[in-house]
């Protein structure tokens, strides 16, 4: 599920009290807010008391370890410093994001404490296993159960210790040589490596449980060659169905299906002007009625036809004086002609897209030719693959396009085919054995449609390219 977490009403006696329990660093997750109840006064700066700081890292400062903050008043960000040493009361903010268990766990429980969190939607593929009574709307609180991950000289696999174990610990660092022992790195810490380290060769030594397996390649004691790193391209899409849960994909660029395009909907007069591109006219079915309040605003009956034009301000009559609101004009297609008419940008109806081209897309020409989302089937399979899963599906939303991070692989001893795979949703841990000295060339790249779970698809609407969000809807009364 995703849940929203409640503020920890415990105050922080010092920012080093903050800095050694709190998660601070360079993600999104990593900028933790808090306020003083006091002003606290700077060198040229005065922090007002409850004013909200945001965190944003830990920094070397002539010497002495301070965090580098900012508040924002108004429109304009100040940024400043605060050493280690300041002393006060710092309570954490409220937070409005929602967030998934795993980054509570990783970003969220502060060290020493518990959280209390408040369960805000639960996943579909929760339903059938969810542990807490029917419509529980109340709070959790979620107490860490930590564990050590060690590695042996003798063994390759990793070795789960947990921290309530009752053993007594010896340090014997200064008697062994470091590098005898395995060094784990996950594909975020391969991912951080230079591009000039690259090609290396690895072996897996924690295969990823339940992930996405291509070729069968991804198995603890597989030894695999990874050639690079790099961001790439990809269309998130999820599948056009109301009666069961909706499968999510991420299909790349190079997918090599054709597509046709299939009617897309809209609810409401905004949704068409959102719609509406320079390419060609927007022409739409009424699927629902309305009754316009104002006689200068056309009503609508279901089966009513319209290409719709343009977005332009009208004049109407509200509470005995005239107001100025947004509304779309539009033609009506009538038996015997067209009529022009101004629908209302509040307008709660409903309409179905009038498909009139069928021509057969590429995906990298639909992204280019048209804005985002946009509905199509899949018309001619990719040949490439030997199951194409897209094509089996009645139709596809293609929601967004995002830039995702991944690394480049192949099987080390019949490098064949190559592969990509995902850095931030495949877990597993590597062990390096050796960098090529020489630059190798990879074998023919695969690229797959991925599925993705319906929180990985959640994450990805949540954060990735917020800009292209369309605004929010228009009152429906004039203002």
Known sequence: GLYKVVADKTPYVSIEDITRKVSIGSTRFGHPCFYSPEDIQLANLTIKHNEQITFNSVEEVDGTLAVSCGVVRGNQAHSFTLPLSQEGKFYECEDDQIYTLQEIAEWKIPKCRSRIVKLSHTLQTWDSCNPLPQDFD?????????????????????????SDLDIEVKDITDCYDLRSFLQPLS?????????????????????????????????????????????????????????????????????????????????????????????????????????????????????????VQRCQMSEVLYEGRKELVDVLACEQILSDGYKRVLLPMYLEGGFV?????????????????????????????????????????????????????????????????????????????????????????PPETKTTVEQISEEQYYMMRRYENQTLHPPPRPPKKPT
Not at 138 to 146: A, E, I, M, W
Not at 231 to 260: C, N, T, W
Not at 390 to 416: C, F, K, R, W
Request: glycine share 4%.
């Open 187 to 307: 594909l975020q810490d391969v991912f951080e490596r230079t591009s000039e380290e690259f090609p290396m060769v690895a072996e897996i030594i924690e295969g990823p449980a339940g992930s996405p397996n291509p070729n069968n390649l991804l198995y603890t004691g597989k030894e695999i060659i990874i050639y690079k790193k790099y961001q790439a391209a990809r269309v998130l899409a999820s599948e056009i169905r109301s009666d069961s849960p909706k499968r999510h994909f991420l299909i790349p660029m190079g997918y090599k299906g054709k597509f046709k395009r299939r009617p897309r909907e809209f609810p409401t007069a905004y949704d068409l002007e959102i719609a509406r591109s320079e390419k060609e006219q927007l022409h739409v079915v009424a699927t629902k009625a309305f009754e316009s309040p104002h006689n200068e605003l056309s009503s609508v009956s279901v089966g009513d036809q319209f290409l």
């Open 353 to 441: 897209e009038v498909i009139h081209d069928k021509k057969q897309y590429q995906l990298a020409e639909i992204c280019k030719e048209f804005p985002l989302p946009f509905n199509v089937k899949v018309s001619v399979r990719d040949l490439s693959v030997e199951e194409d899963v897209l094509a089996a599906m009645p139709g596809l939303q293609l929601e967004e396009e995002i830039t995702d991070s991944y690394l480049l692989i192949s099987n080390a001893h019949s490098p064949v085919e190559s592969w990509e795979i995902p850095v931030y949703r495949l877990n597993m841990l590597v062990h390096l054995l050796s960098r090529d000295s020489q630059p190798l060339a």
């Open 138 to 162: 109340g709070c959790l609180l979620l107490t860490p159960v930590y564990e050590v991950q060690a590695v042996m000289r003798s063994r390759k696999d990793i070795v789960h210790i947990l």
